[in-house]
Nanobody, 120 residues
């Protein structure tokens, strides 16, 4: 079993910043690409950002230039999402995702989600 644990969500005013973290835990596993997705009320879950083990990143157009994804492979495969200049439309539950290899099997693992609310 591999678990992803997120932290760092909360309530923030428009224009401010917030950093999300996600750490993988478990045994006998390795992590490939990691990423963030979000889901606003009434909407489908959407891609936000992803980063490979080599540090190559990709972003949704809506967050390019404002969000930065990074990872620390030495700290339990932790991935971060630095969110700057937040807007009300960034309000959503943010989910961490990772491509996991365990006992020769590949699968995607999801975190439980962390709420981000941008409001004055």
């Amino acid at each position: 079993q591999v678990q992803l644990v997120e932290s760092g969500g909360g309530l923030v005013q428009p224009g401010r910043s917030l950093t999300l973290s996600c750490a993988a835990s478990g045994s006998d596993f390795s992590i490939g690409a990691m990423g963030w997705y979000r889901q606003a009320p009434g909407n489908e879950r959407e891609f936000v950002a992803t980063i490979t083990t080599a540090g190559i990143s990709d972003y949704a157009d809506s967050v390019k230039g404002r969000f930065t994804i990074s990872r620390d492979n030495t700290k339990k495969n932790t991935v971060y999402l630095q969110m700057n200049n937040l807007k009300p439309e960034d309000t959503a539950v943010y989910y961490c995702n990772a491509l996991v290899r365990r006992l020769g099997v590949f699968f995607h693992s999801w975190g439980q989600g962390t709420q981000v609310t941008v409001s004055s």
